[in-house]
């Protein structure tokens, strides 16, 4: 964060030829910039860049408010948030002023007031970009107060008249006057509460205890939506819709590379998960939006994947701490440890109640061999199928430290496809070596190549 500017007066901000600008024309100056200087100004959204982003960044120029429908885990917040990144860094407010007013542009009468009567020694603070933003959850115990405003009875207490603008205490999206508020999960606002958003979208009133109060508010107002509150836990108005100029709609990733990109940027790991470990919890979360099985209505939040990705992560320090290891290394087998606590993050269909267990392994296998055929695909594995089936047994589970699983291996001879495998999947230690060709025991198996016992705690292929 850099240093705010160093004026202090409405007077030094006009000597420095500050214009004041309306809200939408500083975010559309802004996103205009970066897209000539070729900034993104998305960062940390995957996935959206042919689809979403363009509908967003046409709804900004537009100057249209905008409202995001799409189920859970899509994203939708973090494309709000993004938004901050298009204001000023810096703006001039009038000190004190409850509204964050410019200092050229009044609205309040208590800022005109002291506007009319300091003229250029009007004092003027700095509001960072950060603070421009006000984010609410949309619940069915919101109420008017809280998002317009209401009477305050301390101020009436204090001699002031019942329609005296100054006894209002304003709320949330008078107070982001020149921001950005965001609503999220919009539906579940009590219709009564909706209405009392109209005006203030439209015609920018406030309607307070039956007393008008008309101020030019300079605010955008965004909001997301689940598709499916619209019958489930409720609706978005249609007055309210209506004054949405844009109505976009978001997806999960569309692409294997999105997926694993997201997992990676959320996911707080504890221990080393390779690449193709990532690879198979990502095809994973994708092979349960695309089950008949799986209620796709609610979705498979992305934060499925990032839970997932971070049990196994969790399951590796586990094994890597009881068995002295410097380094934990993921492995295959910290993937079941995933399923025993996720499953309850998936709704499925009507009729498949008390299937998870079932369903969630068999598209675990799958994702499992999906990945083992893209990433070792290509790689006889003749020697290593005839050792096993010669008598040579591979020893592996939670609590067998990396070590111990490659010592077991059987011995090739001169064949070097231990350190090919490790290669193909950019295995450095034994840790990682251990995680490779243990991928690669997985993929024989799920191939039907070579058997597999496993009582819980260990496994044996042979």
Known sequence: ????????????????????????????????????????????????????IPQVERALLAGHDIVLLGERGQGKTRLLRSLVGLLDEWTPVIDGSELGEHPFEPITVESRRRAAELGDALPVTWRHRDERYAEKLATPDTSVADLIGDV????????????????IHFGLIPRSHRGIVAINEL?????????????????????????????????????SANPEDYTNRGRII???????????????????????????????????????LVEIVARFTRG?????????????????S??????????????????????????????????????????????????EREILGHLLRTATAETARARLGGIDMAVLVSAIEDGAMVTTGEQVSARAFLDALPVLGESELYDAIAERLGAGDHGERASAVELALEGLYLARRISKDSDGSETVYG
């Open 1 to 52: 964060m850099s240093v705010p500017p160093a004026i202090s007066t409405a007077g030094e901000l006009r000597a420095a030829g500050h214009e004041a600008r309306p809200l939408r024309a500083e975010l559309r100056a802004n996103l205009l910039a970066a897209l000539r200087e070729g900034r993104d100004p998305w960062p940390g959204l995957h996935g959206f860049a042919q689809t979403v």
């Open 187 to 223: 539906p579940d606002l009590a219709e009564r509460i909706q209405v009392a958003m109209l005006n203030v979208m439209e015609e920018r009133d406030i309607q307070i205890r039956g007393y008008v109060l008309r101020l030019p508010l300079d605010v955008l107002v965004v909001a």
């Open 288 to 304: 349960l939006r695309a089950s008949g099985s799986v209620d796709q209505r609610s979705g498979v939040s992305a934060r499925f």
């Open 306 to 355: 990032i839970a997932a990705a971070e049990t196994v992560a969790a399951a590796a320090l586990h094994r890597a701490s009881t068995q002295g290891e410097d380094h934990a290394v993921a492995r295959v087998v910290d993937l079941e440890a995933a399923l025993e606590v996720l499953r309850g993050k998936v709704e499925l269909e009507t009729g498949e109640e008390g299937r």
């Open 238 to 276: 249609t007055p309210l819709k209506d004054r949405f100029g844009a109505e976009i709609r978001t997806h999960y990733p569309r692409e294997l590379a999105a997926e694993v990109a997201v997992i990676r940027q959320e996911a707080d790991l504890v221990a080393t998960v390779p690449d193709a």
């Open 152 to 167: 305050d009875p301390m101020r009436v207490a204090e001699g002031r008249r019942l329609g005296d603008p100054e006894t």
